[in-house]
């Protein structure tokens, strides 16, 4: 089977690119979010078990505030519908089904861009 030709960035819909780097960019705030919260969303106390196969063990959660509950799901939401966006988006049509996998792996990891070459210097610059 021969290699899929790499799909430069220049080859996505700049609508498409815009949308697959937001939704990378909601995603990274969700994360970061979630792990500034506490691990209920409701006021719990703190348990400790060690019957099962490994120890699990919280503390006592405050539960989140109105506002933290509306910003994840505001996050969540947008999430969903760049995600939809994304996965939708008429580019995909004109994508052969064997290289549908392949051609999405590019789109997520475009924005990356690859390590600048090290600077030649001439003689001139000694």
């Not at 780097?21 to 705030?29: D, G, T």
């Amino acid at each position: 089977m021969p290699a899929t030709p790499a799909t430069p960035a220049q080859e996505f819909p700049s609508d498409l690119l815009a949308g697959q780097e937001e939704l990378h960019q909601v995603r990274s705030e969700l994360q970061t979010l979630l792990k500034r919260l506490p691990w209920s969303v409701e006021p719990l106390d703190g348990f400790s078990d060690n019957h099962g196969w490994r120890k699990v063990e919280r503390p006592a959660s405050p539960g989140w505030t109105p506002d933290e509950q509306a910003e994840v799901e505001k996050l969540r939401d947008r999430e969903r519908e760049l995600a939809v966006f994304v996965s939708c988006h008429r580019f995909w049509d004109q994508v052969s089904p064997p290289d549908t996998v392949d051609t999405r792996m590019r789109l997520k990891h475009v924005h990356k861009t690859p390590p600048e070459p090290p600077a030649t210097t001439t003689s001139e610059e000694h």
